[in-house]
């Protein structure tokens, strides 16, 4: 798909998260009673075009799940894409 002119890598990182005392593989839920989506709405909300925020917690269709943090990165990498694109016919970059 690339071809030849990527390069090896030189070193991997490989999360341990599921083990972590802090996280202990954690995910978000909502609590009876929350205003879901609204709250992932809400958990999601870009800041001023500069700050995103992306995973399971922001997607309001498939939270606590791979595909919910999947979905909400194509989506988040999608926003991002438009800002830097405007910036640069703004700012001729």
């Given amino acids: ?15 341990r998260w599921g083990t972590d005392p802090f ?4 995910y978000s ?10 709250d992932r709405l809400a958990i999601g909300a870009t800041v001023a ?10 997607s309001q269709n498939y939270p606590s799940t791979v595909t919910g943090a999947h ?12 800002v830097v694109e405007f910036g640069r016919e703004r700012f001729k970059l």
Wanted: cysteine-free; glycine content about 10%.
């Fill in 1 to 15: 798909m690339y071809g030849d002119k990527i390069p090896k890598p030189t070193k991997t990182l490989i999360s």
């Fill in 49 to 58: 075009n500069k700050l995103f925020f992306a995973g399971e917690a922001t």
């Fill in 71 to 82: 979905l909400s990165g194509l989506e988040v990498a999608n926003k991002v894409s438009q």
């Fill in 23 to 26: 996280s202990l593989g954690a």
């Fill in 29 to 38: 839920y909502s609590v009876v009673g929350s205003k879901q989506p609204d």
